[in-house]
């Protein structure tokens, strides 16, 4: 998909350097990468706290063989 976009070109320079990136491309794959995994990350702990669990769960019980 052909997107066109005006971005600082500032902003690219750093992060083609900072990254180590060869094309503006690969830049804003990575960041694009990188935003999702955050947000991701950022829907996983708004999970802390809400979750139940048994205080007497013994996992170590479901490891024994028979």
């Known amino acids: 998909m052909a997107i066109n976009l005006e971005i600082d070109e500032n902003l690219i320079q750093e992060a083609l350097e900072l990254g180590g ?25 708004e999970l802390f706290g809400t979750i139940e669990y ?4 013994d996992y170590k019980q479901q490891r024994q063989r028979g």
């Open 54 to 57: 048994d205080d007497d769960y």
């Open 21 to 45: 990136n060869r094309t503006k491309r690969a830049v804003v794959e990575e960041a694009l990468r990188e935003y999702v995994q955050r947000r991701k990350q950022l829907k996983i702990i």
